[in-house]
């Protein structure tokens, strides 16, 4: 494991991005899902935040990408062709330590509901605060 650097934009983006939209198709809560683009905007952005980002190397190769905003794991993406090897574990217990070394007394995290994540969190402790519910109108 280590820092974010700007090289590692496009291959955590990536990461990041199929991720998530893999997750919200699984759950089945978001029918308009589609996978993000990067941008230059957003890598800038990442960028200026490089120190609340990291990346978990494997075999030479980024595998996985996390983001801790204060206390707040605020996501975990782990390729799927190397899932269930503990890599997500690892990372989520290395990613809680540096929040702690930080001198933050708690972790959170979201966790949307049906994410199969939510197995990993719970056996590492994580309780449920509260479920927060999201409405939407298409117009």
């Not at 994410?115 to 969190?121: K, Q």
Request: with cysteine; proline share 3%.
């Amino acid at each position: 494991m280590r820092g974010y650097k700007d090289e590692d934009y496009l291959v955590c983006q990536s990461l990041y991005a199929a991720a998530f939209h893999e997750m919200r198709v699984r759950v089945g809560c978001f029918p308009d899902s589609a996978i993000a683009q990067p941008s230059e905007k957003e890598r800038q952005t990442w960028k200026e935040n490089a120190a609340n980002r990291f990346v978990y190397e494997f075999n030479g190769e980024i595998v996985a990408y996390g983001h801790i905003p204060g206390n707040e794991i605020g996501s975990v993406s782990v390729r799927t062709d190397v899932q269930g090897r503990g890599i997500g574990r690892t990372f989520v217990k290395y990613l809680c330590n540096e929040i702690i070394r930080r001198g933050n007394p708690s972790v959170e995290l979201w966790c949307v509901v049906g994410n199969h994540a939510r197995n990993l969190y719970d056996s590492l402790g994580f309780t449920e605060k509260h479920v927060a519910q999201f409405m939407r109108k298409t117009l």
